[in-house]
């Protein structure tokens, strides 16, 4: 049932009654944004907080080396630094993204940009290894406020016509955040010191943040309800467990106690998880959304872009440098490429997508996945770089078509009243895709080239890490195929 009550600021704010199994509760529908103007400035607040949120994810990489040298301290363990924040966005999207659907949106974006800034502060100045550790995690707990709400605010305060225009944006921040990470790293390495790599957010995220304050509209209150702190606990566990287990997996082997540790405490909070969920009154997440066939179609279907674009991103450097000796400056022109294809592409394709409907960019974005991984499993060092710069330009229109329209797909297919969830499903499927890409590219890469370990890149001859990288390409290749069929067979959901 749905009513209204006039506030006093003579907006009419909309509420939706919800019957549970124990009993009544009325949720406030926050009002939609009429006005051009403060769309498009809620969605540059949102595209440049995962911006950041993408810049740090990939620019710690390209300093790692100075970072260890300077805490006298060997790779493997200055590695946590990568490790610490990537646990604290994978345990915490999905919890963060449901508290804030409790009419906390707002606040959870802004306090999230003070702890990123915060954090980005303490790591600039940390004086050993364990404060930079401990900043890390600060930081990682605001990127992933900032990463659960960003989507939300365009799902809580932007029109549906406007959804995939918005997730295009916002899938276009993330990408060049990620792909000129590693460039700036580069430079801040080559002539600064590697604080400064934390320390540029700063300015940035208290601006941000200030431009933030007067655009997010106000949260609406709402009626208090249960938290589900078990679930949260069980989902952190499970998230957290199973992501250090899959990014581990490739560096320790199957066999490592680590990993058969955290694999076996994923499974059993995953096992806990579902008990928990299907006994709750109010659950963190009602587990009845998977049941719904074209909801988790599209969900798993997104969850494959993600992993195959990152795991095809996680060997190009290697291939560019051992498998077509280039020089590190000339394969990050390379690696340039599809992210400027998809900053190109990405808004206009989201914004066609809102016009005509998700599936064809959903079918069309299978399509070029399966002809990038089609090109790079087959391509040698003797065929030049002709072969390279298509798949390349193939991989930016993949990137383009995916990252908007088939995000919309997600949460237009997600049941009644679940938008919120299916928008916290699909950012952790981004984040999740990108482990699970990484960790199964690593272990095709390994099986190919029948080495024990992916440690040894360089080491490797040439015709054992083609082996490998050509495994890869058709692991990738058989995954887009099923993200194909999947596409296909969920149609286009008519407008209600």
Not at 27 to 37: A, R
Not at 247 to 270: N, T
């Amino acid at each position: 049932m749905i009513f209204s009550v006039l506030f006093p600021d003579k907006e009419m704010i909309k509420f939706k009654t919800i019957i549970t199994n124990s009993d009544t509760i009325c949720y406030p529908m926050s009002p939609i944004i009429s006005n051009q103007l403060h769309q498009r400035l809620l969605l540059t607040a949102a595209a440049v907080g995962m911006f950041l949120d993408g810049l740090d994810g990939s620019i710690v990489t390209i300093i790692l080396p100075q970072i260890s040298e300077s805490f006298s301290t060997d790779t493997g363990t200055a590695s946590w630094v990568i490790i610490t924040y990537l646990l604290m966005m994978a345990g915490l999207i999905l919890i963060v993204g449901k508290i804030a659907e409790r009419g906390q949106i707002r606040k959870i974006f802004l306090w999230g940009l003070c702890v990123f800034t915060a954090g980005s502060a303490a790591c600039g100045i940390a004086p050993d290894l364990e404060i930079l550790l401990i900043a890390r995690i600060f930081q990682g707990i605001g990127a992933a406020m900032l990463a659960s709400t960003a989507s939300l605010l365009c799902v809580t305060y932007l029109p549906k016509d406007m959804y995939g225009m918005a997730f295009g944006a916002i899938s276009m921040s993330v990408s060049v955040g990620v792909a000129t990470g590693p460039a700036i790293g580069g430079f801040i390495a080559q002539y600064f010191s590697w604080h400064w790599a934390f320390l540029m957010n700063v300015p940035v995220g208290i601006l941000i943040l200030a431009f933030a304050m007067h655009i997010i509209p106000p949260d609406i209150p709402r009626e208090k309800q249960p938290f589900d702190l078990y679930g949260a606990i069980l989902l952190f566990g499970l998230m957290a467990a199973g992501v250090y287990c899959l990014e581990r997996i490739s560096h320790l082997g199957i066999s490592d106690p680590q990993i058969l540790l955290s694999g076996s405490v994923s499974i059993a909070c995953l096992i806990a998880f579902y008990i928990r969920e299907r006994m709750c009154n109010l659950p963190l997440i009602h587990i009845h959304v998977f049941s719904v066939w074209n909801f988790t179609a599209t969900l798993v279907a997104f969850l494959i872009y993600g992993c195959v674009s990152m795991g095809i991103f996680y060997l190009l450097p290697f291939f560019l440098q051992a498998g077509m000796t280039y020089d590190p400056a000339m394969a990050g022109l390379f690696l340039l490429i599809p992210p400027v294809i998809t900053a190109i592409i990405g808004v206009p394709m989201g914004r066609w997508s809102d016009l005509i409907g998700r599936r064809p960019f959903a079918i069309a974005a299978a399509l070029t996945s399966i002809i990038v991984c089609g090109i790079f499993m087959t391509i040698v060092p003797e065929t030049g770089f002709i072969p390279l710069v298509l798949g390349l330009l193939f991989m930016g229109l993949f990137m383009g078509c995916f990252g908007g329209p088939v995000a919309s797909r997600v949460v237009e297919n997600a049941p009644s009243g679940e938008e919120g969830t299916g928008t916290s499903l699909m950012v952790t499927a981004v984040y999740l895709g990108s482990v699970l890409g990484t960790a199964l590219f690593a272990t095709f890469f390994t099986l190919g080239s029948l080495e024990t370990g992916i440690a040894a890149f360089s080491d490797l001859d040439p015709e054992k890490f083609l082996q490998g990288f050509h495994l890869s390409m058709t692991a990738g290749f058989v995954l887009s195929v099923l993200a194909l069929i999947l596409s296909v067979i969920v149609r286009e959901k008519k407008p209600q």
